[in-house]
């Protein structure tokens, strides 16, 4: 077991940036901002939730009585199709210090289940790899789109990350350029690939599995763990065992695995504090261009942004705003919290 409880600094080779670690840190006091814990009782149909079944969303559009996953176009897009622009591109500036590029996209809005109250660890086995099979069909509908390059599959979970309402659901937007920090990941993992003659998170995955301190859980297809570059307390990666780019490259039972790691981790994070655990997740994957991006391989971050307890967060401002992340805790010591829960659901137990 690594011990290194003085302030160091570790490098993401991913984004190829760095992280402050400051161990000694984690019991300092606290004195600010107590976060409300999230709800507990959700009625299982809320009839003035826009996501629930046979409800009417913004514009007067009504849910059909899904009894699955249920997928729309979101109603506020942050992105249109190149048809539903008027305005002329060429009309934006483009020069080194006024530099301006349109950018076309679709996004659009997953629900889970029908259920209201029911988040991925609550979720049956089968019912997640509805969810997984319906991001994959969306990457593989929207990628084949001309103007898509590269397809976000995200989700934003709790009132503390913005997320605007319960009922559990995703959302894609399929863009035509690739985003900051897939672009960076891409960039990286290129130029490890070029310079080793393999992949960079192959080569990670091998290391993190022989070393063991960071791995949380793990099945024939996926592995989870805390990454040495962590910056989020308890940020979570899971990575494809196999070398795959994206989630249209899953074979059936790479699903069903994806499906469980994912149950498992989110029920370990629900354990952790016993509240519904906020967080944003998505995965990274390859553009859809048609292009060969063989240093890319699969894998889902998970941005969770609770710090010590179910009301104190993590807050990046200050010198992570201004210079760089920093995190307390360090990534080794939030694995082996992780790893010690249960992956029993505590309103599962509770119940029973
Ligand atoms: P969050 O995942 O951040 O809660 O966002 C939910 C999305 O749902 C948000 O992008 C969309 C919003 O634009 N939405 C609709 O598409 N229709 C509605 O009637 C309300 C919200
Ligand atoms: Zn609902």
């Not at 591109?89 to 209201?116: I, M, N, Q, W």
């Not at 086995?125 to 069909?137: F, G, K």
Request: glycine share 6%; net charge negative; hydrophobic share 35%.
């Amino acid at each position: 077991m690594m011990t290194l409880d003085y302030p160091h600094r570790r490098f993401n080779p991913l984004t190829r940036e760095w992280v402050l670690v400051s161990p000694h840190r984690a019991r300092r006091p606290w004195l600010g901002q107590v976060e409300k814990t999230p709800g507990e009782d959700l009625p299982a149909y809320d009839p003035t939730c826009y996501l629930c079944p046979g409800n009417e969303r913004a514009g007067g559009i009504k849910n059909p009585e899904y009894t699955s996953t249920f997928v729309f176009d979101n109603d506020f897009p942050a992105v249109l199709r190149p048809e539903q622009v008027e305005q002329n591109p060429a009309a934006l500036p483009d020069s080194p210090l006024f530099a301006a590029k349109p950018e076309y996209g679709t996004a659009r809005v997953v629900c889970f289940s029908p259920r209201h109250d029911l988040t991925l660890p609550e979720l049956s086995q089968e019912q997640v790899e509805a969810v997984v099979r319906t991001w994959t069909e969306q990457t593989r509908e929207l990628g084949a789109r001309d103007y898509v390059r590269y397809v976000q599959v995200f989700e934003n979970k709790g009132a503390m990350m913005g997320c605007s309402n319960p009922h559990p659901h995703s959302q894609i937007w399929a863009v035509s350029q690739v985003p900051n920090e897939p672009a960076k990941e891409l960039a990286a993992q290129a130029e490890y690939l070029k310079e080793h003659g393999s992949c960079l998170l192959c080569d990670y995955l091998e290391e993190e599995r022989r070393l063991g301190e960071r791995v949380i859980a793990e099945n024939g297809g996926f592995t989870a763990l805390v990454p040495f570059w962590a910056v989020w307390p308890f940020e979570v990666m899971l990575v494809a065992r196999r070398h795959s780019a994206s989630l249209t490259d899953l074979t059936v039972s790479e699903v069903s695995f994806l499906a469980d790691i994912i149950r498992r981790i989110t029920a370990r994070y629900d354990n952790l504090f016993e509240i519904s655990f906020p967080y944003s997740m998505g995965f990274h994957q390859a553009p859809t261009d048609g292009g060969r991006y063989e240093g890319q391989h699969l894998h889902v971050h998970f941005y969770p942004p609770l710090l010590r307890s179910a009301t104190v967060r993590k807050f990046m401002v200050g010198y992570e705003m201004l210079a760089m992340p920093q995190r307390d805790l360090t990534p080794e010591t939030a694995a082996e919290r992780l790893r010690g829960l249960s992956e029993q659901h505590y309103r599962l137990v509770k119940a029973a």
